[in-house]
């Protein structure tokens, strides 16, 4: 009979077999996993499991960084408080003086029998989204038809015109930048009164086109609504010339210009109400309607003349 001891450590299968076993298992896992999805419901199982490990193992960081963000936050609101009493204080004066000269304007209006201005009336939005089309620039707010809102509202933030509205849906509106490409705004410059049309450029600047290359323009000239085109109600800031390239061989200059508003900041905006259109006076509808009955009748009368010539 054998009486050999038993071996000290019990041995099985060889590690280069074992390791092979698990990589083949591994691989087969993966392919069957990608092909039928099979372990889906088990790691959805596993995730539901250890979230609340995760949750645990995230809360001391969370706390440092939402400790840090607060004291941050405070100290920017105090920051931004001090700076906004700051400039209210800087431009008290100039407030108190713009009022008395709008109210000293408005008697000389009634004095001379000249219409004011209609005031500004609008609607704050938020603005949801850009436009997804990366050649426009275009935003998405959350008004639309159920607010009142119509196509062709400017649309302005405390700084000046942003846009206007081009789309309107029940819920929803879409404002086309003054910086898109298919946007134009009737301007006049604040210095000396003279009046262009500024285009955007879609890259965040605008051009104020048919200019003569010896206009008089000059940089940091500041550009207003004319309301000559009826939408955009007179007065409202829109951009600041930056640029101009004046060329004796072309008619015209090139001038560059920046937005004053932030059109690519912020996210709240006012829509601004469209100017209501004005009714002609009758005297005046009668001498037009009667100045065309006349003109008719004398181009009838010259038709007339001329039928009997040729005859």
Known sequence: MDHQPPPFFKRGPAPLALLS???ALSLALLVVDARLHTLDVLRRTLSVLTH???QAAQTPAQVIGNAAGYFSSIAMLVDENTRIKRSQ?????????????EAENGRLRRLLGIKERQPAIGLATRILYAARDPFSRRIVVDKGQQEGIV?????ADDAGIVGQVTRVFPFVAEVTLITDKD???PVQIVRNGLRSVVFGL????????????NADVQNDDLLVTSGLDGIFLPGFPVAKVVHIERDASYSFARITCTPVAGVENFGEVMVLALPEADALPESLVKDSSGEADKAGEKSARNKKKRLKRDG
């Open 151 to 155: 196509a062709g509202q400017p649309v």
């Open 202 to 213: 879609g890259a965040g600047q605008l051009e104020l086109r048919y200019m003569p290359a």
């Open 183 to 185: 946007q134009a705004v």
């Open 89 to 101: 204080t800087d431009r008290s004066a100039t407030l108190l003086r713009t009022q008395q000269l």
């Open 21 to 23: 076993f698990y990589a």
């Open 52 to 54: 609340p490990l995760q």
